[in-house]
């Protein structure tokens, strides 16, 4: 089994001000411009999926301080008009508000575009469920997955 997984869903009257973090540059990237994230995917699992042909990852919101990525949302494409946003920081770079801004800025982004974004986090994972509240989002649902035993 998998999950618990909770997820949330925003609307664009239930989205919060922009978060402002000093120092930092948010970039939305397409496919093109974020496929050299993939090399240090260890560090943005939940921002990208596993590459090749499978892949939905459609857009991301990196966050740059001094030019180093410090965060990434990344947004895909789980059918046609709801994406899921997955984000993560980088170890050093915690505790800056730097989840909520790429989240918010993917959010929007997404709302503009009208795509309907939700996010997803483990039921156990207080912090991430806190980013989600901060950006706008409310608790929509939980789901379960079951997965094949391994032998």
């Known amino acids: 089994m998998g999950g618990p997984h909770l997820r949330?869903?925003?609307?664009?009257?239930t989205l919060k001000p922009e978060p402002r973090v000093e120092g930092v540059e948010v970039r939305l990237l397409g496919p093109a411009e974020f496929a050299h994230l993939y090399a240090q995917r260890t560090g943005l699992s939940n921002?990208?999926?596993?590459?090749?042909?499978?892949?939905?990852?459609?857009?991301?919101?990196?966050?740059?301080?001094d030019g180093t990525l410090v965060a990434a949302a990344g947004?895909?494409?789980?059918?046609?008009?709801?994406w899921q946003i997955g984000v993560d920081t980088i170890a050093g770079a915690r505790q800056r508000g730097l989840a909520s801004l790429v989240?918010?800025?993917?959010?929007?982004?997404?709302?503009?575009?009208?795509?309907a974004p939700y996010y997803s986090t483990l039921i156990s994972n207080l912090i991430s469920q806190r980013v989600a509240g901060l950006v706008?989002?409310?608790?929509a649902w939980i789901e379960m997955e079951a997965r094949p035993i391994r032998r």
């Open 136 to 139: 706008g989002y409310w608790p």
């Open 47 to 65: 921002a990208l999926g596993e590459p090749g042909p499978e892949n939905t990852d459609r857009l991301v919101a990196a966050a740059y301080s």
């Open 103 to 115: 989240v918010w800025q993917l959010t929007a982004r997404l709302l503009r575009d009208g795509i």
């Open 8 to 13: 949330f869903l925003c609307a664009s009257d």
């Open 75 to 82: 947004a895909s494409e789980d059918a046609p008009r709801l």
